[in-house]
Each structure stands twice: as C-alpha cells, then as structure tokens.
C-alpha cells in the first residue's frame, strides 16, 4: 500500500514537471516563431505588401503565459505541501492550524486562476476534499494511544504493517484523507 501512495504522490510530481516542461518548451518554440513573424512583418514592409494579421498570435501568447503561471502555481502548492507532508504526525498534529491555514491561502489562490483550468479545478477538488477532511484529521491525534491503538488505525486506513506513530508523518495521514472521511 505504501508503494501504492508513494507512486500516486511520484505520479502528481511527475504530471506537475510534465506540465510545467510541456508549457516552458511551448513558451520557446513560440519565441521562435514570433521572432520569424516579426521577421516576415519587416520584410512585408520591405516590399510594401500587405501584413498579414497576427491576432491568433497575441491570443497565442496570452494563452501560453496563462498556462504557465497556472502550473508555477501548481508547483508553489507543491513544494509548500512536501514541507508539511515531511513533518513527523506526532509533532504536527498539535500545529494542524498550519494545514489549515495551508488551505485557507491556497483557497484564496486557487480562486484568483482561472476558473477554467485543470490545475485550478485539481486544486479546488483537492482543497475542498482535504478541508473536509481536516476535522476527522483532528481525531486521529494519538494521545494516549497504545501500540494496538495505532496498529488498529494503520489497519482501518490502509497503512502498510511494520509502520510506528513515530514514523508516521504528516504524508503519511494527508494520503489517507479520503479512507479517514469514509471511515
């Protein structure tokens, strides 16, 4: 199971950097071929032809800049949640004001991308379902656990044997979310 989590967590990575390279390439390939259309305007000047409209390229442009700031967006949630996700459950259970906290702003981010988007729709399911989640996250506190209370619990989420509450991080619990909301 925690191969499994590990690879969903792998697979979100990796379709962020996919993401983010696809759109950067994009970016400099169109570079090109604005500097070859400025080129091609220059020379219809020349030989005092008529420009041809370049419309579709501004829109082109625009759409490309949107798209890259969507997935550098993607990319500041990410690296802000692996801080959260690395820190040990029994330390940050008594801060889960920070997760919260965590998704208040990118609440408030996510509302100012477009609306449109699949990363602003990704995050908005995401969000939503952690929020919800965030009250249940509340009772998995572990005080006064004993090693069947948390072996109960590893077993009730789905998180693989030979796991310890002190091993156990805030990645470790956020994976989980939804098998705690179901539970």
Same mark, same amino acid.
């Given at each position: 199971?925690?191969?499994?989590?590990?690879?969903?967590?792998?697979?979100?990575?990796?379709?962020?950097?996919?993401?983010?390279?696809?759109v950067r390439e994009k970016i400099a390939e169109f570079a090109d071929l604005r500097t070859a259309g400025k080129e091609l305007q220059?020379?219809?000047?020349?030989?005092?032809?008529?420009?041809?409209?370049?419309?579709?390229?501004?829109? +082109? =442009?625009? =759409?490309? #800049? &949107?798209?890259?700031?969507?997935?550098?967006?993607?990319?500041?949630?990410?690296?802000?949640?692996?801080?959260?996700?690395? !820190?040990?459950?029994?330390?940050? /259970?008594?801060?889960?004001? #920070?997760?919260?906290?965590?998704?208040?702003? *990118?609440? !408030?981010? &996510?509302?100012?991308?477009?609306?449109?988007?699949?990363?602003?729709?990704? /995050?908005?399911?995401? +969000?939503?379902? *952690?929020?919800? &989640?965030?009250?249940?996250?509340?009772?998995? #506190?572990?005080?006064?656990?004993?090693?069947?209370? *948390?072996?109960?619990?590893? #077993?009730?989420?789905?998180?693989?044997?030979?796991?310890?509450?002190?091993?156990?991080?805030?990645?470790?619990? /956020?994976?989980? &979310?939804?098998?705690?909301?179901?539970?």
């Amino acid at each position: 199971q925690k191969l499994k989590d590990a690879g969903a967590l792998k697979s979100r990575v990796d379709a962020q950097e996919k993401g983010l390279k696809f759109v950067r390439e994009k970016i400099a390939e169109f570079a090109d071929l604005r500097t070859a259309g400025k080129e091609l305007q220059e020379r219809c000047e020349y030989f005092r032809v008529s420009i041809p409209e370049m419309n579709v390229v501004n829109d +082109i =442009d625009v =759409d490309l #800049r &949107a798209h890259d700031a969507m997935w550098t967006e993607y990319e500041k949630f990410e690296t802000a949640l692996d801080e959260l996700r690395a !820190e040990d459950w029994l330390t940050f /259970l008594s801060r889960l004001y #920070r997760f919260e906290d965590f998704l208040k702003g *990118w609440n !408030e981010q &996510a509302s100012l991308m477009d609306a449109g988007g699949v990363v602003t729709k990704y /995050l908005a399911k995401t +969000i939503g379902d *952690w929020s919800t &989640a965030t009250s249940m996250l509340k009772v998995v #506190r572990g005080e006064g656990y004993l090693t069947e209370h *948390w072996n109960e619990m590893f #077993r009730l989420l789905g998180i693989p044997k030979g796991m310890t509450s002190d091993k156990l991080t805030f990645g470790d619990i /956020l994976e989980k &979310a939804a098998a705690l909301t179901a539970k």
